[in-house]
T-cell receptor, first 112, second 115 residues
């Protein structure tokens, strides 16, 4: 079974630039999550999709972050414009109903 | 709101000794509990889960965890630690929130196993 795919693995951008991350979940997993993991902290949920609908985006900084999951499969997370504090690892995960979530390898973003 | 507490930033243990990584949780209703491990520059890897049934659950790589409802705890254990177990460990809880479930993580505990 293929795992959760994320790209790119690493990204360095200057502040105020924009960046996008891509995620392809495990086939058949209706639930898709984007987490932000700042160094030394646990993953923080940014947005959760159920199929192509958003069920939780309460911690998403909506003035600069956006995400979509067209057709209920793969998803993109965008930051525009980026701030220094956005430097983190962005993790995508998927799950089948209330089962365990499976994670991709993450995208390490550095904003300089 | 649901939450997870991992009271230790770091746990040190000698190889061959038993290890325990602590986790307590707060959630409405019956909890679904999980442990994940993270190696450097990698995503989170699922270790084990408690949904229902026996309070002692067994998972990957010889790890197990004990669910204690009265103490709202879900401590991770292993009878004999290996140097290769050194990594960052996360406890997570899934609970219902306005009709859907969300997965909340603790801040993580670094496990260091010395030879």
């Amino acid at each position: 079974e293929a795992g959760v795919a994320q790209s790119p693995r690493y990204k360095i951008i200057e502040k105020r630039q924009s960046v996008a991350f891509w995620c392809n979940p495990i086939s058949g997993h209706a639930t898709l999550y984007w987490y932000q993991q700042i160094l030394g902290q646990g993953p923080k949920l940014l947005i959760q999709f159920q199929n192509n609908g958003v069920v939780d985006d309460s911690q998403l900084p909506k003035d600069r972050f956006s995400a979509e999951r067209l057709k209920g499969v793969d998803s993109t997370l965008k930051i525009q414009p980026a701030k220094l504090e956005d430097s983190a690892v962005y993790l995508c995960a998927s799950s089948f109903r209330e089962a365990e979530a499976f994670f991709g390898q993450g995208t390490r973003l550095t904003v300089v | 709101a649901q939450s997870v507490a991992q009271p230790e930033d770091q746990v040190n243990v000698a190889e061959g000794n038993p290890l325990t990584v602590k986790c307590t949780y707060s959630v409405s209703g019956n909890p679904y509990l999980f442990w994940y491990v993270q190696y450097p520059n990698r995503g989170l890897q699922f270790l084990l889960k408690y949904i229902t049934g026996d309070n002692l659950v067994k998972g990957s790589y010889g790890f197990e965890a004990e669910f204690n409802k009265s103490q709202t705890s879900f401590h991770l254990k292993k009878p004999s630690a290996l140097v290769s177990d050194s990594a960052l460990y996360f406890c997570a809880v899934r609970g219902m929130n306005s009709g859907y479930s969300t997965l909340t993580f603790g801040k993580g505990t670094m496990l260091l196993v010395s030879p």
